[in-house]
Structure formats: structure tokens, C-alpha cells
T-cell receptor, first 112, second 114 residues
Framework: RKEVEQDPGPFNVPEGATVAFNCTYS??????FFWYRQDCRKEPKLLMS???SGNEDGRFTAQLNRASQYISLLIRDSKLSDSATYLC?????????????FGTGTLLAVQP | DGGITQSPKYLFRKEGQNVTLSCEQN?????MYWYRQDPGQGLRLIYY???????QKGDIAEGYSVSREKKESFPLTVTSAQKNPTAFYLC?????????????FGEGSWLTVV
């Protein structure tokens, strides 16, 4: 089983739609969680960190469920500019370890 | 401003040659990472380093080598043993362990075998 798993998509949605991505992780020692956005042929950019209490930034809401070991990202009122690959990232650290593991990414295509 | 600098951005390699990708950061970060990304794929971990003079293999270390002689530098060598090196390579770093850390990325290096 992969350490971090995502549905690769693609998710094809019309403008204005609400879309949700999930990401599961296998290591219960995982400590920090992030969603990154990656545009074609570019480096990933931080979208938001994910906390157990949930966090919201405009149209984006992220949630962490430690009991079920998954994180989610909800995008409301999708825009054409939201089209990109969304990567979940898990950072686990302990002892001598400080490891960053990426999911394979979920491709979102917002259609006009 | 602090950040990560990767070079070169584009690199062509002949079969059988070793090439080295540079990664330099001025963020005073301990942990640095190298990832490989193939078209339509996610990021796969090649090597990572927690501290100077120490590094660990990631999931796809075969055919690659690294060094960490200085805190700010973590070069990656793609050796001739790597049979399919054409890919996008990303270097990243993260600060001290703890929640809320931000991951910094270089702009990436495109390696093509000719």
C-alpha cells in the first residue's frame, strides 16, 4: 500500500461546481498535512495547511480526520483558473526522521 | 529574500554520462529533499537529508547519488546507472520539525537524455 494515496482523476467539472478531493495516508505517526497546487511544468505551490479543526480560505476548505487517516479539500464555485493538479503532502517526523511524502496528485479540469 | 535555487533549469544528457543538478537554499533549513516527477505522475522521493553529512534513500534511489557537505547545498547526481533519467526533478526543503512548517521548492530541472 502506498504511504499517501489520491484519486488521480481527472475531475472534469463545469464552472461554478463544487468539487471534493480526498487523500488517505497509512502512517499513523504522520504529523503535518498540506494541500499543494501544481500547474503544468511548474513547481508545486502551497494552497493550504490542514488542521484537525478544519480550515477555510475563501472558496477552499481543508479537513483532517486523524481517526480515519484522511485529509480532504473542498473547492466551491470552481473557476477556470482552478484547473491544475492538487497534491496532498504528509510530513511525518520523529526521532531522526523528517520525511515528506506526496500523493500522486488529482487533476482538476474546470470547463467553461 | 530566502529561497531555493535549482540549476540548470534544462539539461541534456548523453547516454552513459553522469550529470549533477544543483540545489542551494539560504533558508537555514536542516531537511532537504530530491523528487522526480514523470509526465502525469506525482512526486517520487529519491533522497533526503536531515542534517549535514547525512542522507537517506527514498523510494527510487537506484541510479542516483547525493552529498550534503554544507547545510545550504544538496546536489543530486544522475549516474549512468539510471536507465530512464528523462524527467522533471524538484528540490525541496523544510524547516525544523513541527506542525505548520512550510515546504519550499526550487523551480525544478528538466533533464532529457539525447
Amino acid at each position: 500500500r502506498k504511504e499517501v494515496e489520491q484519486d488521480p482523476g481527472p475531475f472534469n467539472v463545469p464552472e461554478g461546481a463544487t468539487v471534493a478531493f480526498n487523500c488517505t495516508y497509512s502512517n499513523s505517526a504522520s504529523q503535518s498535512f498540506f494541500w499543494y497546487r501544481q500547474d503544468c511544468r511548474k513547481e508545486p505551490k502551497l494552497l493550504m495547511s490542514v488542521y484537525s479543526s478544519g480550515n477555510e480560505d475563501g472558496r477552499f476548505t481543508a479537513q483532517l480526520n486523524r481517526a480515519s487517516q484522511y485529509i480532504s479539500l473542498l473547492i466551491r464555485d470552481s473557476k477556470l483558473s482552478d484547473s491544475a493538479t492538487y497534491l496532498c503532502v504528509v510530513n511525518y517526523y520523529g526521532g531522526a526522521t523528517n520525511k515528506l511524502i506526496f500523493g500522486t496528485g488529482t487533476l482538476l479540469a474546470v470547463q467553461p | 529574500d530566502g529561497g531555493i535555487t535549482q540549476s540548470p533549469k534544462y539539461l541534456f544528457r548523453k547516454e552513459g554520462q553522469n550529470v549533477t543538478l544543483s540545489c542551494e537554499q539560504n533558508l537555514n533549513h536542516d531537511a532537504m529533499y530530491w523528487y522526480r516527477q514523470d509526465p502525469g505522475q506525482g512526486l517520487r522521493l529519491i533522497y533526503y537529508s536531515q542534517i549535514v553529512n547525512d542522507f537517506q534513500k527514498g523510494d527510487i534511489a537506484e541510479g542516483y547519488s547525493v552529498s550534503r557537505e554544507k547545510k545550504e547545498s544538496f546536489p543530486l547526481t544522475v549516474t549512468s546507472a539510471q536507465k530512464n533519467p528523462t524527467a522533471f526533478y524538484l528540490c525541496a526543503s523544510i524547516g525544523s520539525r513541527g506542525a505548520g512548517n512550510t515546504i519550499y521548492f526550487g523551480e525544478g530541472s528538466w533533464l532529457t537524455v539525447v
